[in-house]
């Protein structure tokens, strides 16, 4: 009989290593899937790609929980790559770039900081009232990716990217077990 020693850092049962803190509502792995790929889609500029996601959005019927979906799966990354000071210094620019005169950023851009912004209190008021602001979402949708790829640069990176990729997998056999 073979017996196998796992040794574990000292400081294991003091400080265990922080589990993924994200819940996935068996409903949604598809949502959380299509934001996965949209969200690498705009990170290498693939307007075709992002075409793509947005139409299987529509076509499935679940465009504002893609957009839920998409603010939840950017978060989650954020949280991976992020310490708690720089999530909070993340919260912060994100603060200000909601709050910001027009001619300093794009319009689309303080729209979707603010979406974030509402997203982070879960403030469901605030979020619906941006949703409302405009009936063309596109525009806001694919601003959400670039304020968090301006805010947070190691999203584009290849850990950002390997994160991204570790999720959309998990959430395809999600998908395909659950049959969503």
């Not at 910001?100 to 879960?122: K, N, S, T, V």
């Not at 979402?137 to 304020?147: A, F």
Request: aromatic share 6%.
């Amino acid at each position: 009989m073979n017996r196998r020693v796992i040794f574990v850092p000292d400081d294991y049962w003091t400080n265990p290593p922080k589990e993924n803190e994200m819940p996935i509502d068996p409903n949604a792995p598809g949502d959380l899937r299509r934001a996965g790929v949209f969200i690498k889609w705009r990170c290498y500029n693939s307007q075709d790609g992002c075409n793509s996601v947005l139409q299987e959005a529509l076509d499935t019927g679940r465009v504002a929980q893609f957009v839920g979906s998409v603010l939840t799966t950017l978060s989650a990354v954020a949280a991976q790559l992020l310490t708690e000071h720089g999530q909070r210094a993340l919260a912060e620019d994100i603060a200000f770039y909601a709050a910001a005169d027009p001619e300093d950023f794009p319009h689309e851009w303080r729209r979707a900081a603010r979406l974030i912004a509402g997203h982070g209190r879960a403030d469901t008021n605030e979020i619906a009232a941006v949703l409302k602001e405009q009936n063309e979402l596109t525009p806001t949708i694919l601003s959400i990716v670039d304020v968090y790829c301006q805010l947070l640069p190691g999203l584009t990176t290849g850990i950002g990217m390997q994160i991204l990729d570790n999720g959309i997998r998990t959430l395809s056999g999600m998908e395909v077990e659950g049959d969503r």
